[in-house]
């Protein structure tokens, strides 16, 4: 099992930042490629960013590419998301799951892919 909290939520302008965290505890957290996923009021959970479990692999959905960056401390037992020129379509509540599945390199992306989830921070962009 592992236990995952995120923090670093609020209410930010256009054009503004926020630096989203994810706290693990319970199994090795240095042992799971991490995943921010985010879901809009309506909408279906989509991905957002990735990172492997040593950290040199990452991937971004294409709406925060350059915009957005992951990031982990292991010995910190955290995962980060900083997010930059945010835009009202980054409204949403964001969630940081652990990766449990094959063929990270190939579903890294895919929801049914990640096995624990945090219980979600909200992010809401004002224009």
């Known amino acids: 099992q592992v236990q995952l909290v995120e923090s670093g939520g609020g209410v930010v302008q256009a054009g503004g930042s926020l630096r989203l965290s994810c706290a693990a505890s319970g199994r090795t957290f240095s042992n799971y490629h991490m995943g921010w996923f985010r879901q809009a009021p309506g909408k279906e959970r989509d991905f957002v960013a990735a990172?492997?479990?040593?950290?040199?692999?990452?991937y971004y959905a294409d709406s925060v590419k350059g915009r957005f960056t992951i990031s982990r401390d292991n010995a910190k037992n955290t995962v980060y998301l900083q997010m930059n020129s945010l835009k009202p379509e980054d409204t949403a509540v964001y969630y940081c799951a652990a990766h449990t599945g094959s063929y990270y390199s190939l579903y890294y992306y895919s929801r049914s892919s990640y096995g624990y989830w945090g219980q979600g921070t909200q992010v809401t962009v004002s224009s």
């Open positions: 990172i492997s479990w040593s950290g040199p692999s990452t």
